[in-house]
């Protein structure tokens, strides 16, 4: 798997064969995944594409999250301006853990038409010393946009010239947005440079693994320290409830790479397991520090909704011989919860739902619908590839239920909502802007403030799910007072007719 000798992490279309055009049913696209072991989906596309995502964008994400840190946007300024509406949140959240924290500090090198021609080093180069100078940072992240990458910006070059007269690490991430069509290459892209940069054994173990490296490595396979790789759709009340479980089975437990600092990868090679909580986001980091660090992991489901908890916990519990006792919390967390749960199962019962988001969160709060008495009616994932396998296990009788791959795409989702009709919806934070013009009931499928993960998550869902559905007035009056947003034609023709592999659609 080893790709760090290479300039960026490959695209997931090429790595992983993963998928962006689907339309069909969820038991179609099981089959034609196990079929084919290389996806046979990967080639489809759309003749009409509309509101497609970008790594540079998704990149961001994670990187502003990252404590003690400088981030410069080499690209145009209206590159990356999407992090204005993640100020508050980052500075909330990089003081939960850190009260000292700045917050969220960022630099545009703002390249315009002349630069495009002459070239951006220069503004580069001003940019990282500025930066330096003014913050002295323990890191200054340099993302690169598409237009650099274009006009063939020396980046690599640059940066190791300046880091010689910069106190902080300069860390370059390539994650050009023209480079491919599926945003999530952008975790790839963060833990390139991340795995290339942050990661190495801590100073303080120095002295020990440079003489008994294997003993070194032996320390930390014994221990109970579990590093949790962390997502941007995760709440600080997500990560207390999963830390509640685990280390209810005796483990230490650190959270990383979301709003960690520098030294916390060093530090994360001090650890027995890495647990991923999406394989979409980890696999590329866990993989290598399996590879280089011989460091085990998991990648299995996520932790949302009670069977997906379960097997998450027993995945984990197997690795250090705690099977009887993750058997024993399961069932008294069970109990608690399908108590708790019973009033909302009454009010719930029988209405259908729409999920639209990530793939494995959308199928995998799919299993809190179910368990509900809910009747899941479609699903439209943002794209789709092998880590959605395990978390399709845990649903009953959805093979013959629409599903579609689109990142983004809102005239398709328009499309089928006035097909199927759902009586709520839970999509992508964002994704309800046309959503709400029919009227419908919606949540959305992660919130900053919110707890979805473990068994808390499980009846916060429900909780929520139950409001949202009790107060639905004001989307029904938008849809009332305000005209859908494509023609009248559009609505009359199969959803995905622009998309060039459909097997046989439902609609």
């Known amino acids: ?103 969220l500090i960022w630099i545009s090198t703002n390249l315009d038409e002349s630069d495009v021609i002459g070239g951006g080093e220069k503004k580069l180069a001003e940019a990282v010393r500025y930066a330096d100078r003014e913050f002295r940072p323990e890191t200054i992240i340099v993302a690169n946009s598409c237009v650099p990458a274009l ?107 979301c709003y960690a600092e520098p030294q916390d990868f060093q530090y994360a090679l001090e650890t027995s397991l890495n647990v991923s909580i999406c394989g979409t986001h980890d696999d590329y980091f866990v993989g290598h520090l399996e590879e280089k660090y011989r460091i085990p992991f998991v990648v299995d489901t996520i932790p949302i909704g009670k069977r997906n908890t379960g097997r998450w916990l027993r995945k984990i519990a197997h690795h250090f011989d705690l099977d009887t006792e993750a058997d024993r919390l399961i ?42 008495g809910m009747e899941v009616v479609g699903f439209k994932a943002h794209h789709y590839d092998r880590f959605i396998e395990p978390v399709f296990q845990t649903l009953e009788a959805v093979d013959a239920v629409p599903f579609s791959v689109a990142t983004n795409q809102p005239f398709e989702m328009s499309n089928i909502l006035t097909k199927l009709k759902p009586d709520v919806l839970i999509t992508h934070v964002g994704g309800n802007n046309i959503a709400a013009k029919h009227g419908l009931p919606i949540l959305p499928l992660f919130g900053p403030t919110y707890n979805y993960c473990g068994y808390s998550g499980v009846f916060e869902v429900a909780r929520r799910l139950n409001k949202t559905l009790r107060n639905s007035e004001f989307n029904r009056q938008l849809s009332l007072n305000t005209p859908l947003p494509f023609k009248k034609e559009w609505y009359e023709r199969d959803p995905f007719s622009y998309i060039t592999y459909v097997p046989e659609s439902n609609f």
């Open 1 to 103: 798997m080893n790709f760090l000798d290479a300039k960026s992490a490959p695209s997931r279309e090429d790595r992983l064969r993963a998928s962006i055009a689907f339309g069909g049913t969820c038991g179609q696209v099981k089959t034609c995944e196990r079929a084919h072991a290389a996806g046979c989906t990967n080639l489809s596309n759309r003749l009409f594409t509309m509101a497609q995502g970008c790594q540079f964008t998704l990149s961001l994400a994670i990187l502003n999250s990252i404590r003690n840190a400088v981030l410069i946007m080499h690209g145009p300024i209206g590159c990356g301006m999407c992090s204005v509406g993640n100020i508050g949140q980052n500075k909330a959240f990089k003081q939960l853990r850190d009260p000292a924290s700045e917050g």
């Open 151 to 257: 006009i063939g910006d020396d980046i690599d070059r640059i940066l190791a010239e300046l880091q010689q007269e910069t106190a902080g690490i300069i860390m370059p991430i390539h994650c050009e947005g023209f480079k491919t069509k599926l945003m999530a290459t952008a975790y790839d892209a963060v833990y390139h440079g991340i795995l290339k940069k942050y990661v190495r054994y801590p100073e303080r173990q120095r002295p020990l693994w440079e003489s008994d490296l294997d003993r070194f490595r032996a320390a930390y396979r014994k221990s109970r320290k579990v590093n949790i790789l962390n997502v941007g759709s995760m709440s600080r009340l997500d990560e207390g409830e999963l830390r509640r479980l685990l280390e209810g089975l005796g483990l230490e437990v650190c959270f990383i790479p």
């Open 331 to 372: 069932q008294a967390e069970t109990r608690v919860l399908d108590d708790a749960l019973e009033p909302y199962r009454k009010t719930l019962a029988g209405k259908t739902v729409y999920l639209a988001g990530g793939e494995v969160r959308i199928v995998a709060t799919a299993e809190i619908m179910q368990d509900l």
